[in-house]
């Protein structure tokens, strides 16, 4: 059985207006200075603790309290009309081809929360598509393997029939340390040429490309190992 993993914001949903929008309120409501928005932009994809220890860059900023108030903001913002979530150009076409496979499970690994992956996907009627979801609730911050290993038992799938879709460098880095292939997205949140040297297998442009470059892929023999003859044709 393979195993396919996204990454949610960045890769599947464009959520960059209304995370900017909740940093710089979260930051306004503590007296702080809202970073810019590619600093902020280049965290998304870390758990919040992680993001916002990042974003401090050795500040003695109020860690817990920051997280709890970009909760808060989020979520106000998500009961706010004028702001969305929206899938990106393809995306549903492209979990719904791959759902329809016998021979293909699907698979989320993401910073949100469960709540968060729950009403976003769910919104879009794309949450049951995903056997497992992995989520900061349950699993330590990518880059750290975690969430790629407790997808891969839930699913019952081997790291050579896995391959991790992320448009973040922390996406990249987690599927080599899991063992796992990693095909970059380019209209995320990170330089395709960072993604590059992350040790991405492959970019992609568009959603259009991604199942073409997974079915060919997997008709390479099964028996390669994760690093052999690694793919040089990269969309």
């Known amino acids: 059985m393979k195993l396919v993993v996204f990454d949610c914001d960045g890769t599947l949903v464009d959520s960059q207006h209304m995370i900017c929008a909740a940093m710089q309120q979260t930051y306004d409501r503590h007296g702080l200075v809202c970073p810019p928005r590619d600093i902020v932009l280049s965290i998304v994809g870390l758990s919040l603790q992680e993001a916002f220890v990042m974003l401090a860059d050795g500040a003695a900023h109020p860690i817990d309290a920051l997280v709890e108030s970009y909760k808060s903001a989020f979520q106000g913002l998500r009961r706010d009309n004028t702001h969305h979530e929206p899938l990106y150009p393809g995306a549903r076409d492209a979990v719904e081809r791959l759902a329809q496979r016998d021979d293909v499970l699907l698979g989320i690994a993401t910073g949100k929360s469960v709540r968060g992956v729950r009403l976003v996907l769910g919104h879009h009627g794309l949450y049951d598509r995903f056997t497992t979801v992995q989520t900061a609730d349950t699993a330590p911050s990518k880059p750290d393997p975690a969430m790629l290993h407790q997808a891969m038992r839930e ?41 590059h040297a992350a040790g991405a297998d492959a970019v992609v442009d568009d959603f259009a490309q991604l199942v073409p470059v997974l079915e060919a892929r997997w008709s390479l023999p099964s028996v390669r190992a994760r690093g052999e003859g690694k793919e040089t044709n990269h969309a």
Request: proline share 5%.
């Open 155 to 195: 699913a019952g799938a081997a790291p050579r029939d896995t391959v991790m879709i992320g448009d973040t460098v922390f996406d990249i880095a987690m599927a080599r340390a899991a063992g796992v292939a990693a095909i970059g997205v380019s209209w995320g949140y990170h330089p395709v040429a960072d993604l």
